[in-house]
C-alpha cells in the first residue's frame, strides 16, 4: 500500500513528476500546472484569461470571504484583476443547518461585491466524512498580454522585496484554532482578537496590481503551504536562479513570532497568505517600496536574485546556510 502522504501540499518532486508525465499540452496555454506557478495563463486572442484553484482547508470561520480573497491572491501576483468567481462548498453531514449555509452565502456574496468579483458558478453539497466545512474557490481574470507577470520572471541582479510579514495566516489560524488554550496560557481577549484579526490582512490584490502598473515586475509569487522559504525556493525552482536573503530582513509579525514560539513552529515554515514576494529591478524596487509606503502597506527589501550555481541561501548575522525546506507546513503539526 507505501506510506501514507502528510497534511498539506504534495512535496514539489513528487507534483513535478506527476505534472511531467500526465499534463496533456496545449499551444493556447500560456502557462499552465507547474511548481511554483500561482495560476493558469490562456491565451484568447487580444488578451490572457488566468484561472486558479485554491481549498481552505483549516479554517472554519469566515470561510467564504477567506476562499474568495486566497483566490484572488492568485490572480492579483500574474498581474490580473480577479473578475469571476465560483465556489464548491463541501459541507459535513449531519451537523451542517439551513441557516449556516445561509451564513456562508452571505459572506461569500459579501466578499464578492467588496472584491468587484462576480459569482458565477460553483456545487454545494452535504457530504459524508467530514470533520469540518471545505470550499474549494476558482478565480478567473484577465490580462493585457503585455502586463503578465509570472514566478518563473526572476532575474540575476534583481531585488527581492516582502510586503506585510509573515505569517500573517498562520497567525489567525494559530489565534482560531487554540483560542481557549492561548486563554490558559494567559493570552488576554485583546492581544488574541488582534491576532485573529490578521484575516483581514489576508488580500495581496491592491499591491501586487500597484506594482505592476507602476514598474515592470519580473516575478511576484504568494506564499501560501510551506510559508516564505517554501516561496522563496519556489520562486528560485521556476526561474531557475538563486537567491541571497538576510533573515534579519525578513519581518515577522510580533503576534505570528509569539505564536509560534508557543507551539514550537518556525514563522519561515508556517502558511504565509497576505504577504506578497516581488522579484524587479533594484530601481523600480525603490519606487514600489515608496508607493506602497504610501498606501500604508509595509514592505521590506530582503535579498536579491542570484545566479543558479551561488545556490539559495540564507545569512544568519553574517553566516550563510541553505534556505531550509518545509515539506510540510509548520501548521500542519497543530492539526495532526
Not at 497534511?7 to 500526465?22: F, I, M, N, T, V
Not at 525552482?237 to 510580533?254: F, K, Q, S, T, W
Amino acid at each position: 500500500m507505501g506510506t501514507p502522504l502528510p497534511l498539506g501540499k504534495l512535496r514539489p518532486a513528487l507534483l513535478a513528476d506527476l505534472l511531467a508525465r500526465h499534463v496533456t499540452p496545449d499551444p493556447r496555454v500560456i502557462v499552465g500546472p507547474r511548481v511554483g506557478e500561482d495560476a493558469a495563463v490562456l491565451d484568447m486572442g487580444d488578451r490572457y484569461l488566468v484561472a486558479t484553484t485554491d481549498p481552505i482547508t483549516f479554517v472554519t470561520e469566515d470561510l467564504g470571504w477567506y476562499a474568495l480573497v486566497v483566490n484572488a491572491n492568485d490572480l492579483a501576483v500574474r498581474g490580473a484583476a480577479p473578475r469571476w468567481f465560483l465556489a464548491t462548498c463541501l459541507l459535513p453531514e449531519g451537523r451542517t443547518t439551513e441557516s449556516e449555509v445561509a451564513a456562508l452565502f452571505t459572506q461569500l456574496g459579501a466578499a464578492c461585491q467588496a472584491q468587484g468579483v462576480a459569482l458565477v458558478g460553483g456545487h454545494t453539497e452535504v457530504t459524508p466524512g467530514l470533520e469540518r466545512p471545505i470550499v474549494v474557490g476558482t478565480m478567473l481574470g484577465e490580462v493585457e498580454k503585455a502586463r503578465l507577470v509570472t514566478t518563473a520572471g526572476a532575474r540575476p541582479g534583481d531585488a527581492l522585496v516582502l510586503t506585510k510579514g509573515v505569517p500573517v495566516e498562520g497567525t489567525s489560524i494559530i489565534a482560531r484554532s487554540r483560542d481557549a488554550e492561548l486563554r490558559a496560557r494567559g493570552y488576554e481577549d485583546a492581544w488574541l482578537a488582534r491576532a485573529r484579526g490578521m484575516l483581514a490582512r489576508l488580500s495581496v490584490v491592491p499591491e501586487a496590481l500597484l506594482a505592476a502598473a507602476l514598474v515592470p515586475v519580473h516575478a511576484m509569487h504568494d506564499p501560501t503551504e510551506g510559508g516564505v522559504a517554501t516561496a522563496l525556493w519556489e520562486l528560485a525552482d521556476a526561474a531557475g536562479v538563486g537567491l541571497a536573503v538576510e533573515v534579519e530582513r525578513i519581518p515577522v509579525l510580533p503576534e505570528g513570532a509569539a505564536l509560534c514560539r508557543e507551539f514550537g513552529l518556525d514563522p519561515l515554515g508556517t502558511i504565509a497568505s497576505g504577504a506578497l514576494l516581488l522579484a524587479l529591478a533594484p530601481t523600480d524596487a525603490g519606487v514600489v517600496l515608496h508607493a506602497l509606503a504610501r498606501e500604508g502597506i509595509d514592505a521590506a527589501f530582503i535579498g536579491r536574485v542570484v545566479s543558479r550555481e551561488a545556490g539559495v541561501v540564507l545569512s544568519r548575522g553574517g553566516q550563510p546556510e541553505p534556505l531550509p525546506r518545509f515539506d510540510q507546513d509548520e501548521i500542519t503539526r497543530l492539526f495532526a
